[in-house]
């Protein structure tokens, strides 16, 4: 296809996706790539890598299209194209040059080798002609350059900044306003600032080596004989890092059950729990069951999970995913609405009767620090919906932890790195639970190699933000039940 029908492509899939209010891109992405199987590969790579370099930066894209628009009247009557907004955001994104980066962004490379080929290319989408697009372009270099000055802005608090600056700000980092003071209130601005440029760019894939089947090196090896370019991760010691989405599903490999997909920051939520072999033990928000096969992993496929969920369509993918891996400890239990609600009863009863060793929460979230691989998260949160995830939260900690028998490990981990999600709820658990204390990670991380510099030796919480070539963000807390 010729690039200015892949961006045309691209503005479709963007109208459809910003139409939705909850469905995740990537699975919008996947239906319309379905419905238009005369897209060959290549192109899908390319419009996704388009369709997704906007997303992240969304609220910058929207705010030069808007003042390019303004000033120049763009999308007059004149102009005759479909989904010419969306063709707008994408392509003054693209004129902008901003966060294009060769080595994470190829395929955008690929078919746009320069400035100058981008410039044609928009001339051509718009039918644009003489003078009138040079101004544009040199409009849009003047704004983008206007928007990234913010030397000002790093030495105040933001919550402090006057309107104006924040809705600049705001549009910069493609970061709404109440995630960065949410932030602010834990971290310096410049460190908030350098948490939102993070979430711009595109994130590493990584994979967990299943080490009961296959070591780590033999694993890239593998990979790296069969063309793919990956590396060992320096913190977890079953990662394996590549630096561009991959399509390890169609291997071999992966049909034996030698590797799973799964991020590095939570494979050190596993590590953080630490069963022992022979321990019983519940995985309390297993979703697909990921952390319920490492954990399997760690304890040497020997004693008891429960993985329990209300999720059925995500839990069920346990039994399949524990099989190619050999795994056979694995319990999906499938939990209605609350676990205390009336329609749990027998399991309920079932988990009092014996209580848990170990107890995983991996606590439904916000997901920001996941929010590369799904932009929207960061702009569909509100503080309403905020709200909501914290009582869910505070709930599931409360309701699950009474299953934990004395002497027992708690950990309690979300994909977010918003302090209301992470050390509130945590601070306000233990001063209502003074049965449980909280026991530091790094002993634990120490047994399986992991080094993390930033961690304290008596802390027991840990959160992990997002760096540009390392895992997603997490928070992690580790506890113990008295006896």
Wanted: net charge neutral; with cysteine.
């Amino acid at each position: 296809m010729q690039a200015e029908t892949l961006i045309r492509h691209s503005a479709e899939l963007l109208r459809i996706i910003l139409k939705s209010k909850t469905l995740a891109a990537d699975n919008l992405a996947s239906e319309y790539f379905r419905a238009k199987k005369y897209i060959g590969a290549s192109d899908r790579r390319f419009i996704s890598e388009l369709l997704f370099h906007t997303l992240r930066n969304l609220l910058f894209a929207k705010k030069l299209a808007t003042d390019a628009n303004n000033e120049f009247d763009i999308l007059g009557d004149g102009i005759n194209i479909d989904n010419k907004s969306e063709v707008l955001i994408i392509s003054t994104l693209l004129l902008s040059g901003f966060m294009l980066d060769i080595e994470l962004m190829p395929n955008i490379f690929r078919l746009t080798e320069n400035g100058q080929q981008i410039n044609d290319l928009v001339r051509i989408l718009f039918h644009f002609e003489g003078s009138k697009f040079v101004d544009i372009i040199q409009f849009i270099k003047k704004e983008t350059t206007k928007l990234l000055v913010w030397d000002n802005i790093k030495l105040s608090q933001i919550n402090f900044l006057p309107k104006i600056e924040k809705d600049r700000l705001e549009a910069a980092v493609s970061m709404p306003i109440l995630v960065l003071e949410k932030l602010n209130t834990k971290l310096e601005t410049k460190s908030v600032l350098d948490v939102a440029e993070t979430l711009l760019s595109p994130a590493p894939f990584f994979i967990r080596a299943n080490e009961s089947m296959i070591h780590r090196d033999d694993l890239v090896t593998y990979f790296m004989n069969n063309g793919f370019n990956c590396e060992k991760s320096n913190i977890s010691p079953f990662a394996v890092k590549f630096n561009h989405r991959a399509k390890v599903t169609d291997t071999e490999f992966f049909q034996q059950g030698y590797f799973e997909i799964q991020d590095e920051a939570s494979q050190l939520i596993g590590f953080a729990l630490s069963p022992e072999p022979g321990d019983y033990v519940l995985d309390a928000c297993a979703g697909a069951g990921g952390k319920s096969l490492l954990l399997s992993q760690i304890m040497k496929n020997n004693g008891k999970i429960i993985s329990t969920d209300t999720e059925y369509q995500r839990l069920k993918q346990i039994r399949q995913r524990a099989g190619r891996a050999s795994i056979d400890i694995i319990e999906a239990v499938h939990i209605k609405k609350k676990i205390f609600d009336i329609s749990n009863s027998q399991t309920v009863s079932r988990f009092k009767k014996k209580l848990f060793d170990c107890i995983l929460i991996d606590a439904p979230c916000s997901g920001l620090g996941t929010s590369r691989r799904n932009p929207l998260l960061k702009f569909r949160l509100t503080a309403d919906l905020l709200t909501k995830f914290t009582k869910s939260q505070t709930e599931i900690l409360n309701d699950y932890s009474r299953f934990l028998a004395p002497g027992g490990t708690l950990v309690y981990s979300t994909c977010s790195i918003l302090p209301d999600e992470n050390e509130n709820i945590i601070e306000e658990f233990l001063l209502k639970n003074p049965d449980f204390s909280p026991d530091p990670l790094q002993p634990v991380f120490r047994k399986f190699g992991i080094k993390l510099d930033n961690l304290d030796e008596s802390s027991s919480s840990l959160t992990i933000y997002p760096t540009k070539k390392g895992s997603d963000g997490f928070f992690i807390s580790r506890m113990i039940k008295n006896d």
